[in-house]
């Protein structure tokens, strides 16, 4: 990834949008963690908690399913939960000419 | 001397070393340097910082007991503590960097009100209190065993330890020596780990290849007379295994120490990053821990079923004399097995094994050489050290910074604030150490206390503080109260603690989980008082809208 993603829907917005480019920022922002959210709770209460015993079932390379995801399937979900949130969150803050210019510890 | 005793001494005293030195190259002369690093810390070391402030004695030595013995229902703990850190990089980490001062309670106090800080301060203190005697009685476990001193001793001297980086490098010093204590805390745990799972599979990743034996494992469980390890909800009912996770993952993200780590990174970004990095190095000992619980649950009964008490294994004998592992006097023959010493003592079990010695022993018990068991001893002083310096910082910084300075001496110099700091931190190791000693009766009840009062009382104020501009401080001080008072009234019902009453559980909710409805009670009274009251003032409502967006616009710069 460049710094110079300069796409038609990327790029920083026209001057005169005024706050506007806030409000869609933020909403982008929330779209994008709630949506994390969802699988969070997916992953780790659904079948983790709530859908244990039916996952249990099916048994690969010796673990029951459901024993699996809640003993190290919903941990590394987290891990890549947070991953496509840092990534996605450079990209929209770099979208927005909102990001800072240290390159800390980031992939890009 | 045992040559197990020579290799740990060797280990704990060369690591002891490298701590201090790191301290003193990081030491620092002003108060940004004490308590948030200079905010100059690099996402990959601020991770390590964090994975080692978090992983606590009880992460490194308890949690693969407990999980050995409470089988699939240990995962509470797995998902709740690695669960957290979701929420803390989603909801709070890169807000409260945005906003970027010293404390927690000082964001709360600039959103809400000072007496919403003065309560924050004082809460930060009593969890952080809880706490800490909970590491430094872990480290005393770790030094009776290996070093065959007395437990006094050896809480005196971890706290000697602390005390030298912690008062002289501050947050700075505590860092650096963090991501020391992180490394040689992930190597102690992960090399007794492989050479287990090497030994009992011949494949040497733990998180594959305990799955070939869970078969084995539950068969032999059932010898026993236990339930099978992977059967969900023998120990909790459905209802208090979902709670008790939300509330571990709510609790962990409402805990001042770990988000006060996330204020010294070196900007929004990299809080983002910082906390990847810090899920990452939690989650590479929190895979383990599972697979070195089965393991050694495996060995463990193995190693014991149906042999006469007098040709018991060898670790049997050896944490004998710690109390912590003792064989009954009826027993002439091991047919069954407990963690719990009440039932022991009853005469229903003919061995008793207590949860917290499980990893201590893991490679003794697996039969491995003594310089392994020693690096084991090094590895849990590190994760209770570095969980202990942690905290006693943030005992400090609300001490000094948000009470002392805000009531007694507005005024204060740099160099002042920085000695007063100082010297906080010098009574809160003592307070540390007294109590690491004389432990007081609620110590196990610890956990349950913190999380839940973190959890009822911090997080949903700090979320509602960050995504609704219309919280006000009226609503944000009813609700935390409204949190502490119901999470705190219910673990005095059905806990015993200052010689109250134990009762039972309400709908099978144990203590541990009723921090999830107390974070329920605190935001829907947050929510209803504000809306009752007067909106937060313009400022306020600016500085939220600020905190969402991590730099200015660049054509503002132009």
Known sequence: MSDDVMTPEGGPPPADAGNGWRKEYWRKNLRLMVALLIVWFAVSFGCGILFVEQLNQVVIAGFPLGFWFAQQGSIYTFIVLILVYAIRMDRLDREYGVHERDHDGGLT | ?558
């Not at chain 2, 301290?23 to 004490?34: C, D, I, P, Y």
């Not at chain 2, 909710?509 to 107390?518: A, F, M, V, Y």
């Not at chain 2, 809208?545 to 503002?556: A, F």
């Open chain 2, 1 to 558: 001397m045992t040559e197990t005793q020579v290799w740990a001494l060797v280990f704990v005293a060369l690591t002891f070393a490298l701590y201090i030195y790191i301290a003193w190259r990081s030491r620092v002369k002003e108060t940004k340097g004490f308590f948030v690093a200079e905010q100059n810390v690099p996402a990959v070391a601020n991770g390590a910082a964090v994975a080692a402030d978090w992983m606590s004695a009880a992460s490194f030595i308890s949690m693969a007991g407990l999980i050995a013995f409470l089988g699939s229902d240990g995962s509470i703990y797995l998902m709740g503590w690695t669960g957290g850190y979701v929420l803390l990089a989603l909801l709070l980490a890169p807000y409260l960097r945005k906003w970027g001062k010293f404390t927690v309670p000082e964001f709360v106090g600039d959103r809400f009100s000072e007496t919403v800080r003065s309560v924050s301060a004082v809460v930060a203190i009593i969890v952080s209190f809880t706490y800490v005697v909970g590491q430094m009685a872990g480290g005393g476990i770790v030094f009776s065993r290996f070093l065959e001193i007395p437990q006094a001793g050896g809480v005196a001297i971890a706290a000697a330890v602390i005390f030298t980086y912690a008062v002289f490098g501050g947050m700075k010093g505590i860092t650096w020596t963090q991501v020391a204590q992180y490394t040689v805390m992930i190597v102690a745990y992960l090399i007794p780990a492989w050479a287990v799972a090497h030994a009992m599979t011949g494949i040497p990743i733990p998180q594959v290849s305990f799955g070939r034996i869970l078969e084995e494992l539950n068969a032999l469980q059932a010898e026993f007379g236990l339930d099978q390890y992977t059967q969900a909800f023998t120990a909790r009912p459905q209802l208090d295994v979902f709670l008790v996770t939300m509330a571990l993952m709510i609790g962990t993200a409402g805990l001042p120490h770990v988000i006060i780590r996330f204020y010294t990174t070196k900007s929004v970004r990299g809080s983002r990053w910082s906390a990847l990095w810090a899920l990452v190095f939690i989650a590479l000992l929190y895979t383990t821990a599972p697979a070195v619980g089965a393991f050694t649950k495996l060995n463990l009964l193995d190693g014991v079923q149906g042999k006469a008490v007098d040709a018991l294994p060898q670790w049997v004998q050896n944490w004998q004399a710690t109390g912590l592992v003792a064989v009954s006097e009826n027993a002439e023959t091991v047919n069954s097995v407990t963690n719990n010493a009440d039932e022991f003592a009853a005469g229903n079990a003919d061995l008793l094994v207590n949860n917290d010695i499980l990893v201590l022993a893991s490679p003794e018990i697996a039969g491995l050489p003594a310089p392994i068991v020693g690096l084991v001893a090094a590895g849990g002083l590190a994760a209770a050290m570095s969980t202990a310096a942690g905290l006693l910082l943030v005992i400090s910084s609300s001490v000094s910074h948000d009470l002392y300075f805000r009531y007694v001496d507005h005024h204060a110099s740099e160099a002042r604030r920085l000695g007063v700091s100082r010297i906080a931190m010098g009574l809160a190791v003592l307070v540390a150490i007294y109590f690491g000693i004389n432990p007081p009766a609620f110590v196990a009840q610890v956990v349950a206390f913190a999380f839940g009062l973190a959890a009822s009382t911090f997080f949903p104020i700090l979320v509602l503080g960050i995504f609704w501009k219309r919280a006000n401080a009226a609503g944000a001080v009813s609700g935390m109260l409204a949190g502490l008072v119901f999470t705190s009234s219910y673990m005095i019902y059905t806990l015993e603690v200052f010689g109250t009453e134990k009762h039972e559980h309400i709908f099978g909710i144990s203590p541990e989980g009723i921090g999830t409805l107390g974070a329920v009670v605190n935001l829907v009274v947050t929510i209803v008082v504000s809306m009752a009251t007067r909106p937060p003032s313009h400022e306020v409502q600016e500085m939220v809208e600020q905190i969402r967006y991590p730099s200015e616009r660049e054509e503002t710069h132009a």
